[in-house]
Every structure is written in structure tokens, then in C-alpha cells.
């Protein structure tokens, strides 16, 4: 099943804890802003994902299922 | 099937109870909570909730599982709290809205801390600490019925913090700081007089090196008075002088306490108890030191740490510490100060030098890195979040320090 990363860029404040837990996914860039470099990872990414959806203290990053 | 008792209904227990059912544990799961609601994210209390931004409602914390709270399977006993600790007899016995004994094969302690109060000021009414939902929306009333001047007692994250969103709502606030220079055990001299200077920069009276002697007032406060005789008035105080460990409900349990519950290097405080959050010390192997973490971030790993050790443990008879990985984070935390927003990965206190590597102090945007001997132990950035990522891996890594000096370098 497929699934979608979604980012709630009002409450992310770059912690850029969701880099550490998947920087395939997460980049904050040095404008200090953060970009998703894949929306759409593959299933194996996942639990890397999810580790980021759980460290975030801002509860901005969350998984969408298609 | 073995049973699972989590003590503690904050963010390590939620994150202990999610991994365990991650990992397939499918027993009976009971958390117990002293206070009446389900768990709840604390950070934004200091600051969104305290000025009146956000409600209830948005301090849920997520669950990863569809479904929620309640796909968790969990016997909520809220309200309630843990009375004592049989480790032998494997029992708890309960007081409050659940009474009795609950029994476990399995426990988890994440009982957390409480604020430390100051001594000798009776029962005035308008002197609060902030630790709880409870505690905040107390505050948030006083607040609400615009009090003249409000005097906070620590300069510490949550003293800075309930400054500044008093400051943000328009008050007249007094931050009053015993030591000399704030934050200087979690920050270092140099960044702590900063934050200073960021408290004056806003309106802040900011009182430095001089203790409170004592608070007066008829029923309600009215007065604090400062140890060098100056005399403030107040009628809202906020006190943040810190938190003692909640392990008063442990004494004669048969776990060790010191300054917290002591654990192993895998949490485990006792065959088949686990320990972790804001009331557990273990023996860190990067620092060489016992370490008891108050922030968010080592909620979170620990609690899920801890859960892997209890289900290793519970496999292996009491020898479950044995087969997991050591628990040995990089702590780190944040604190919002007005439009600043300060990090720090790793260690600043007790380094042996600080170097600014991005930015500056002047432009109050920056990065700096701490050195322990010749190796790179911690960074702070205030604005600067990317740096603290970077730097952090070299710290992860226990890189030396001339490599994050090469990094600097590199830009």
C-alpha cells in the first residue's frame, strides 16, 4: 500500500529531528527551511518515516495511506 | 500471557506503551496517571497554551497506530496514583480514583518529576508553579484577569519561557535568577548571559544573582521580597526553580534511588522494571556519567528504549538487559524565547572551550561548539536549526574535534 509524507509547514520549525530519522525524505536546507526530497518514499523507508513522525516535538510530520 | 503496568500517563509512558504493542505485545497493558486527564504534550503549556493561543485539544500527542489512543488496548486508571512499590510481591497499590493493588509481570516507572516550590510563603493565593494542564490554565487565569506585575522566580527554560509569553501578552514582568549568570549549568556562561540580554532587549527586569527572601501579601500575593532588600510588587508569581524526581512512591520498593531510579545502561532498574523519562538516571556510555534527562526528546527514546528491554527481559528471565543495545542518545532540547529559538545537542557545561562557528552573538543567529578534551561533546545554535543537525552526527559519532572544526571550515 502505498503512502504519502506530509508535512504541516505551519507547526514545523525545522528541528530537523525527521532529517536524522530519514534524511532520504527530510532536508533542512541552510535557508533553515525544511524541503521533503520524496513525497511518495518506497515501503522500506517506512519505518524510518515513522521514527521521524515520532520525534517531531512539533507533531508536523505526519503519513497519509493512498 | 504476561501483564504490563506502566506508571506514568505523560509522553515516555505513551511512548513505552506504543512500542510495546509495536512489538508485538499483546497482554493485558495498564497505565496509571496522577492526574485526571490522558496523556498530553507538554511544551507548548510555557508557551501557546499560556498565552491563550491554543487549547486543549491541540496538545494531543500522536499515536502512530489507526486508530489512535484507543486502538492501544490500554486500562486507563487516571486520577489515580501509585502509592507503592512492592518489587518482590510484584504489586502497586493505587490511590485515588482507582484503590487496591494492581499485580504485573512487567513494569514500566516513568513517574516523572515535580516542580520544587519555595519554602516558606505559606498558602498565598497567586504563587504557581507550571509542570501540569492544571498548573497552566491556573496561570492563564490570573493572566486572563490582567495582573499589574508578574514576578518570575528562575531563570531557567521554564522562568524564560513564561517571561517571555507574559511579555508577549503585555505585562510588566520582573524575572528574578539567584545565580549570577541563567542557564550557565545548561548552556554555558556565555550563551546564559545572552539569554539575558534577550530578556532585557524585550522589557524584562531582569534580576540577577540575588535570591528571593520572601513572599507577602494578605491572602493573595502581593509583595516578593529579594534578599538585597529590594522590594517588588506582584500579584501573579511563577515559580521555575526546577524539578525533583517522582520516586518519593518508590522508597522501600527495592529499587535503588538516587537523584531518580537507577538503571542499568538498558534501563532496567530491577528484573523485569524498567525505568524511563524525567525520574530515570542510567550510566551513559558516551558521557562516563550517570545522566537524569528532563527534555521532551529523551521521553520519547527512553520510553521506547525501555519497553524493548522489559519485553527482552520478560523473554529471557530477568536477564533481557543482556541482549539489547546499550540506551545512548545525544540529548537534545529546545526552548522558544520570544522570536528566538535556541537548540542544543549534546553537552555545553563543564567544556573546556566554546567557538562560534556560524553566525554571531550580535546578530543573535548563530551556531557555536563545545570541546571536552579534543573531542566535539555538544552544539547550540539559537536560529540556526540546520547547523545543530550537522554538528550533531559529528557528536553521534564522537568525532574529534579538529573534524567539526574542518567542518566549520567547509561551511
Request: with cysteine.
Amino acid at each position: 500500500m502505498g503512502y504519502r509524507v506530509v508535512v504541516d509547514f505551519d507547526l514545523c520549525e525545522s528541528n530537523a529531528r525527521c532529517m536524522e530519522a530519514a534524511p532520504e525524505v527530510f532536508e533542512v536546507r541552510d535557508d533553515d527551511f525544511l524541503y521533503i526530497l520524496d513525497e511518495t518514499p518506497p515501503d522500506e523507508l517506512r519505518a524510518k518515516v515513522e521514527e521521524a513522525v515520532r520525534l517531531c516535538p512539533k507533531a508536523a510530520v505526519s503519513i497519509a495511506d493512498d | 500471557m504476561p501483564s504490563i503496568v506502566v506508571v506514568g500517563a505523560s509522553l515516555a509512558g505513551l511512548r513505552a506503551v506504543e512500542e510495546l504493542r509495536r512489538q508485538g505485545f499483546d497482554g493485558p497493558l495498564t497505565v496509571v496517571g496522577d492526574e485526571p486527564h490522558r496523556p498530553y504534550d507538554r511544551p507548548p503549556l510555557s508557551k501557546q497554551v499560556l498565552a491563550g493561543d491554543w487549547e486543549r485539544e491541540r496538545l494531543d500527542l500522536t499515536v502512530m497506530a489507526d486508530g489512535g489512543l484507543d486502538a492501544l488496548d490500554v486500562d486507563w486508571r487516571l486520577g489515580t496514583r501509585a502509592a507503592s512499590l512492592d518489587v518482590a510481591e510484584r504489586t502497586i497499590t493505587l490511590a485515588g480514583a482507582s484503590t487496591g493493588r494492581l499485580s504485573f509481570d512487567g513494569l514500566v516507572v516513568a513517574t516523572g518529576a515535580t516542580p520544587r516550590v519555595l519554602p516558606g510563603h505559606g498558602d498565598l493565593a497567586g504563587i504557581h508553579t507550571l509542570r501540569t494542564l492544571d498548573d497552566c490554565l491556573s496561570v492563564r487565569s490570573v493572566l486572563d484577569a490582567s495582573p499589574r506585575r508578574v514576578v518570575v522566580v528562575g531563570a531557567g527554560f521554564i522562568g524564560a519561557e513564561v517571561a517571555a509569553t507574559c511579555r508577549g501578552r503585555g505585562f510588566d514582568v520582573t524575572l528574578v535568577e539567584a545565580l549570577p549568570v541563567p542557564l550557565e549549568r545548561a548552556v554555558g556562561a556565555e550563551v546564559g548571559a545572552l539569554t539575558a540580554d534577550i530578556h532585557r532587549d524585550h522589557g524584562v527586569d531582569v534580576r540577577l544573582g540575588v535570591g528571593v527572601e520572601r513572599i507577602d501579601g494578605a491572602d493573595r500575593v502581593e509583595q516578593v521580597q529579594l534578599a538585597d532588600g529590594t522590594v517588588l510588587e506582584a500579584d501573579l508569581v511563577v515559580v521555575g526553580v526546577g524539578v525533583a524526581p517522582n520516586t518519593g512512591w518508590l522508597s522501600g520498593s527495592g529499587l535503588a534511588l538516587d537523584n531518580g531510579v537507577l538503571c542499568d545502561v538498558a534501563c532496567l532498574a530491577a528484573p523485569g522494571v524498567v525505568a524511563a523519562g524525567d525520574v530515570a538516571r542510567w550510566p551513559s556510555p558516551r558521557f562516563g556519567a550517570a545522566l537524569r534527562v528532563e527534555h521532551w526528546d529523551n521521553a520519547v527514546t527512553m520510553g521506547e528504549h525501555a519497553a524493548r528491554t522489559l519485553l527482552a527481559d520478560l523473554a529471557a528471565d530477568g536477564r533481557g538487559s543482556l541482549a539489547v543495545d546499550p540506551y545512548d542518545p545525544v540529548p537534545w532540547f529546545w526552548s522558544d524565547q520570544y522570536d528566538r529559538k535556541i537548540q542544543l545537542a549534546g553537552w555545553a557545561s563543564g567544556a573546556d572551550e566554546m567557538r562560534v562557528v556560524d553566525g554571531s552573538f550580535d546578530e543573535r543567529r548563530f551556531a557555536a561548539i563545545y570541546r571536552k578534551d579534543d573531542r566535539v561533546v555538544g552544539v547550540l545554535a539559537m536560529n540556526r536549526p540546520r547547523q545543530v543537525a550537522i554538528y550533531r552526527k559529528l557528536i553521534e559519532a564522537n568525532a574529534a574535534w579538529d573534524e567539526a572544526l574542518a567542518q566549520a571550515a567547509a561551511g
